[in-house]
C-alpha cells in the first residue's frame, strides 16, 4: 500500500515537472480574469456609454523572453470589469457599438478604453521572487454627439509572490491586482476631472482635435494639466511726460540773484538749484559773485593784529623831566 502511494506521488510530481519545462519550452499562456468587486462610490447623474472596439476585445499582450513565448489574454476580462464598473458610476450605462455617429438614444458622455502598455516582470528578471504587472490605459472621453473632449491617463500595478513551478498562476494573479487598482484610481478620480464637472453642470464642453489627445488630462499618474498661461503682456510704452530725458527738460525759472552782501557780513546762501534745472545764469556786473551753497571761510586778521594768545601790552613809561 505505501509502495503504491509512493509511486501515485511520483508520478504527479513528474507531471508537474513535465507542465513546467513544456511551459519554458513552448510559452506560458496566461488568460486574465474579472475579479473586481463593485466599486462603492456615489453614482453620478450622467447617462453614459461605452465603445468598445474590435482590438480591444480581443487584445493580447505577446512577449518573447529568454527564449520563453509568453501569451497574455487581456480583453475579454476587461470588457467584463469596464461594464461592471461602469454600471456601478453612471445613472445608465449603454454599450455603443458604432463610434464615428452619434448614439440612438440620448448620452451625456460615451467612453473609450484603450490599452496603452502591458509589461511585466518575472523573478528572473528582477532577481526577486516576485511577479509584477504594469498596465497603461487610454480613456477616451466623447461627448454625446461623438466629439472628442477629452483624454485621460491611467495606470495599474500589481505584484504577486511567485509560485512553487507555476509561471502563469502568480502572472494572472499580478495582473487582476494591476485590473483592480486601475479601476480604484478611475471610480476616485474620474468624478473630480475638469471636463466631467462642466458635464455635471451642463455647461459646453469644446471639442479637442484628435492629435492633441496626447497631451489632455491624466488619472492616477499626474493631476489634470491647467490651462496654459498666457503669454505675458508686452511692456506699455512710458508716458510722453516721462520719456523726456531730465537733461533736455524745460528748465525751471531760476531764482532772483541775491543782493551784494553787506560790508563785513557774510553772504546769505542760495536756494539749493533742483537737480532738472538748467544751471543758473552768471551773476550780474556790481552786484557780486554768487552765494555759495556753504559758508564762507573766516576773514584773516590783519598783518598787524597781534596773536590771539599774546599778553596786553605794558603801557609805555612816563617820559624823563627835561633838564633844569
Known sequence: MRQQTSMRQLAAWAALAGLALLAGCGGVHVTAENTLPRPLVEELPLRAGVYYSAEFRSYTAREKRAGTQWEIILGGAHVAAIDRLTKAMFESVVTVTELGKPPPAPLDVVLEPRFEEY????????GSEI????????INIYDGAARLIDSLVLTGFGNEPAGALSSGAPLAAATR?????????FAAQFPDQPVVRKLLRHEPVPPIAPESAAAEGSVGEVQPAAGKPAPPAPASKPAAAAAVPAAVAPAAAPPPPAAAPASGAAPAAAPPVPPTAAPAPPPTPGTGPAAPATAPPAQAPPPDAPPPDAPPPSPPPDPAPPPR
Open 131 to 138: 511577479y509584477s504587472v504594469t498596465i497603461k490605459y487610454r
Open 119 to 126: 509589461s511585466f516582470l518575472t523573478p528572473r528578471d528582477s
Open 177 to 185: 491586482k494591476a485590473m483592480r487598482d486601475a479601476g480604484a484610481k
